[in-house]
């Protein structure tokens, strides 16, 4: 709830930050507006409830300040007035009539702000006008959770004294004592339990207390637990007990407790994995090891997937560890479910240090491990040449292949040595894939980069190295135009893996031009780009004349894959050079439905900027771009909008996001007519935001008079839709998403009553809502 009041500000609320109520005074005199809004939507108002000053407080209200205004988070100055505990600020708020059940956007009413902000002298003003303390945010957090989180016990002590609910649980059926026990707050958790707190309740994931306490290394709050009896060994839903995750997340001291206290050392998981496995892997886990070892842990004990405390080691590259591992007896060469050994693990991962250790105590570097592979195929696969010298120096023919045909040299990093030794540089795999397609599609130079800068002596040493690797492939008579079974040449792989240089140097060894040639899906090296979101590669393939509205077998151009994905400079780059907004899939959709659907503002900016008296256009099913605004949301739903199999239905497996920005920027720059366009079913864009129960949306549709009591084909208002998807949620939820209809005034039951029979309605499952 921080607040920056950034200049240029209104000239009141710099009156007010300098804390000057005469020259506040003298402003509203000259008719300053009261109520001016500076760009995050804040009034004079908000300022002086910010900063407490309940002097210009009263000033403002009594000169017309509209004490519920809300600003772009929903923050009423009220919620402000707590956010800094200023007991003064609140009563004169309240003595106005300022509500004490705002909520900002994530729901949180005046009362949760005072409990995450230890506000006590506050929350005693608040309780007393409330009806209830058990109010839940969007989490499902009730006052009680965030007073717990905090760890103040005064508000706590408050809370409870007031009938809050002490075993409250939010939407993961977390309760507050699982926040006050991963927080350490052992007063909190007495005070918690001496109430009727349950210390062995589960969340969603089967978490309990003793869970969260021992993850964070609560030891206090542990020690506490296991003298009021809990179950030590109790697993979570992945079969995980506390001494997992105390091993995991290295917390030694309450590795030592629970030990003492008689937990199982040996003790395994869904996956098989022992505590063993988990401090192999962890990045503090080396004095956890050592208690382990010294309670005999079982050193090979191998997971669901074969996978030893060693193999955990290599993953991670936990050198140390893997030193104390085989040292107490570890088998140096077993093998997972996949044939691979530590080497081959340490190999792909490319811990150098971990190869020389496993290699010095007997590992066998000519073992094969998944798909026949050697651990130098690994290492070449992944681009590491350090670890490929000190594999080669073990002396085997490099141009063994594994089980599908590929020799070293196809992933390899260290060409020159294995070309100097006659390898073949067209030699394919069984998907076709020669040397010159892994080299152009290689992803080493990303993981590099995001470690280190782009910027840095390493990285333009590698992007030095890569091109030396790819021009002397090209120079031993590779061929550019070699294409895999799917159709990809390297041009498709330099593009899509983003790897500019590559793409320059393959494309210029073309007897061709490269940006009409398609895969097998039709696609174009520059819709690769795009979807991969590289701007270079972008814009050298639009340079060299890539068209823009060339479709894939779908329908589809490099600006449906740029709006989906949210890659603003891409966008903008395809837009420069052309490209239409206009263009409708197979199915009907344009990049405006797409971008609408994603939420993503920045690139529906760009587009509705580029035309912005583009038609309300409609896909195959009859959507607008603001009925997917309105209900569309994220992963899941980018999944329905790529099908080719699926038709829009509201599918209660849709993730969703917060659209409400996409949707005020259609509706402002497409005219108060799109919010009751209708589809092929004759829904709204309510419809759609009360199934989802988007109340952002909600609000702002019903700010835009739009038709409540609209019936689609099968009869159902927006309030019908919000009642039966209710049965899936909470019933505060469906409470909250009929409570925005019902603001204004209708019942949209009673209109759809006209023509229907109760009978109807029952079935519908609307009346259910009048009984939540």
């Known amino acids: 709830l921080s607040i920056s009041f950034i200049s240029p500000q209104p000239s009141l609320i710099k009156a007010i930050f300098n804390g000057d109520a005469d020259e506040v005074r003298s402003l509203i005199f000259k008719k300053e507006d009261v109520n001016v809004q500076d760009c995050e939507k804040r009034t004079p108002l908000h300022a002086a409830a910010y900063l407490g000053d309940a002097e210009i407080i009263e000033l403002l209200i009594l000169s017309g300040a509209r004490e519920n205004a809300k600003d772009n988070k929903w923050l009423t100055p009220l919620h402000r007035a707590v956010a800094s505990c200023s007991e003064e600020a609140v009563q004169v708020l309240l003595k106005h009539s300022a ?80 926040w006050a026990a991963y927080m350490g707050h052992l007063e909190v958790m007495k ?88 401090t192999a892997a962890s990045r503090q886990g080396a004095l956890c090891l050592e208690l382990l070892i010294a309670n005999r842990a079982n050193i090979n004990s191998k997971s669901k997937d074969g996978k030893t405390p060693l193999h955990m080691a290599a993953i991670h590259g936990r050198y140390s560890r893997s030193q104390a591992i085989i040292q107490n007896g570890a088998e140096i060469d077993s093998e997972d479910e996949n044939g691979n050994s530590p080497l081959h693990i340490a190999a792909r991962h490319g811990h150098e240090l971990l190869i020389n250790t496993l290699i010095a105590s007997g590992a066998d570097t000519a073992k094969r491990g998944i798909h026949g592979m050697f651990p130098l195929h690994l290492a070449a696969l992944s681009g590491f040449s350090d670890c490929c010298r000190k594999l080669l120096s073990s002396g085997f023919d490099v141009d063994t292949p594994d089980d599908f045909g590929r020799t070293c040299l196809h992933a390899a990093a260290c060409v020159f040595a294995l070309v100097g030794s006659g390898a073949s540089v067209n030699e394919r795999d069984i998907r076709g894939c020669g040397p010159l397609h892994y080299t152009a599609a290689s992803l080493v130079p990303t993981k590099c980069f995001s470690c280190v800068g782009s910027g840095s002596i390493f990285s333009i040493q590698f992007k030095k190295k890569k091109t030396l690797c790819l021009e002397y492939l090209l120079r031993n008579d590779a061929n550019p135009a070699l294409r895999d079974k799917d159709g990809y040449s390297a041009v498709h792989y330099a593009s899509a893996y983003g790897h500019r240089v590559c793409l320059e140097l393959v494309s210029a060894s073309l007897t061709h031009t490269h940006t009409p040639i398609r895969d097998g899906k039709e696609q174009t090296p520059l819709m690769l780009a795009v979807l991969g979101g590289h701007t270079d590669c972008v814009h050298l393939l639009l340079s060299e004349g890539a068209s823009v509205e060339a479709r894939d077998k779908w329908g589809r151009t490099a600006l449906h894959r740029g709006v989906i994905m949210g890659h603003e400079a891409c966008v903008e780059a395809l837009l420069q050079h052309g490209s239409s907004l206009l263009v409708q899939d197979s199915r009907g959709r344009s990049p405006m439905h797409l971008a609408a659907a994603c939420g993503h503002v920045g690139v529906l900016r760009a587009l509705l900027k580029t035309q912005k008296t583009v038609l309300v256009l409609k896909d195959n099913c009859g959507y607008t771009p603001l009925h997917w605004a309105c209900y569309n949301g994220t992963s899941v739903t980018l999944n329905l909008l790529l099908s080719e199999q699926t038709d829009l239905i509201y599918s209660n497996t849709a993730h969703i996001n917060d659209n409400e920005s996409a949707a005020e920027m259609l509706i402002e720059t497409l005219g108060p007519a799109i919010v009751n366009a209708t589809d092929s079913q004759t829904r709204t864009p309510l419809h759609a935001a009360a199934y989802t129960d988007h109340v952002e949306c909600l609000q702002l549709l019903l700010g835009h008079n739009a038709q409540v009591n609209a019936i689609d084909m099968l009869g159902k208002t927006a309030l019908m839709m919000a009642a039966e998807n209710g049965q899936t949620n909470a019933v505060g939820e469906k409470r909250r998403c009929s409570l925005n209809i019902q603001q204004k005034q209708i019942s949209a039951v009673q209109n759809a009553n006209r023509d229907q029979t109760a009978e109807q309605l029952q079935s519908n499952k609307c009346l259910k809502l009048e009984n939540s």
């Not at 016990?153 to 002490?166: D, K, W, Y």
């Not at 964070?216 to 060994?233: E, F, P």
Request: glycine share 6%; net charge neutral; charged share 20%.
């Open 99 to 178: 509500d004490v059940n705002a909520r900002d956007k994530s729901w949180q009413t005046p009362l949760h702000v005072a409990a995450s902000h230890k506000a006590v002298r506050c929350a005693e003003a608040l309780v007393p006008l409330l009806s209830n303390v058990n109010v839940s945010d969007r989490a499902g957090r009730t006052p009680l959770h965030h007073a717990a989180f905090s760890g103040h016990l005064e508000m706590v002590q408050l809370l409870v004294s007031r009938g809050a609910n002490i075993n409250a649980f939010d939407k993961k059926d977390r309760r507050a004592v699982h």
């Open 191 to 278: 005070l918690l339990v001496s109430h009727g707190a349950e210390v062995c309740c589960k969340d969603k994931k089967s978490y309990s207390p003793l869970h969260a306490a021992a993850s964070s290394g609560m030891i206090n709050v542990v020690k506490y637990l296991l003298h009021l009896g809990v179950d030590i060994k109790e697993p979570n839903a992945y079969g995980n007990s506390a001494l997992h995750l105390a091993c995991f997340n290295g917390q030694d001291v309450v590795v030592n407790e629970l030990i003492e206290a008689g937990a199982d050392v040996n003790q395994v998981n869904e996956k098989g994995f022992s505590p063993l496995h988990f």
